[in-house]
C-alpha cells in the first residue's frame, strides 16, 4: 500500500508559476512509476505528465509540453510538478499517481491515488 498527499496547490494569476508536491509514504521500497493528472469541473480526469522510477523517462500531455515539468527526489519519496506559464484552462485539481513498475518505464496507469490538491487559475 502507497499513501500518496500533494501539496503546493493555490491561486495564481496567469502567466505566474507553481510547485505542486507528492509525498509518497508507506511502500515505497518498490520501483514506483508516478504520474500528474488533473480534472476540471465538468471535465473527465486527463493525463498531465508521468516519470518513470529513476527519472530517466518522462512524458506530458500536448497542453502542457514546454510549460510542466516533472521531477521526482527518490531519497525524499517525493514527486514534484512545477508549472510555469499557467494559463486559466489549466485550473483543476491535479492528482498524483502510483504504480510499481519492474522495467524503469513510464506507467501506463496507476494503482495508487492521493486525495488532489485545487489549481485556480485567474485571468
Known amino acids: 500500500q502507497v499513501q500518496l498527499v500533494e501539496s503546493g496547490g493555490g491561486l495564481v494569476q496567469a502567466g505566474g508559476s507553481l510547485r505542486l508536491s507528492c509525498a509518497a509514504s508507506?511502500?515505497?521500497?518498490?520501483?514506483?512509476?508516478m504520474g500528474w493528472f488533473r480534472q476540471a469541473p465538468g471535465k473527465e480526469r486527463e493525463f498531465v505528465t508521468g516519470i518513470s522510477w529513476s527519472g530517466g523517462r518522462t512524458n506530458y500531455a500536448d497542453s502542457v509540453k514546454g510549460r510542466f515539468t516533472i521531477s521526482r527526489d527518490n531519497a525524499q519519496n517525493t514527486v514534484y510538478l512545477q508549472m510555469n506559464s499557467v494559463k486559466p484552462e489549466d485550473t483543476a485539481v491535479y492528482y498524483c499517481?502510483?504504480?510499481?513498475?519492474?522495467?524503469?518505464?513510464?506507467?501506463?496507469?496507476?494503482?495508487?491515488w492521493g486525495q488532489g490538491t485545487q489549481v485556480t487559475v485567474s485571468s
Open positions: 508507506g511502500r515505497t521500497r518498490s520501483r514506483l512509476a
Open positions: 499517481a502510483a504504480q510499481p513498475l519492474i522495467s524503469d518505464l513510464i506507467s501506463p496507469s496507476y494503482t495508487w
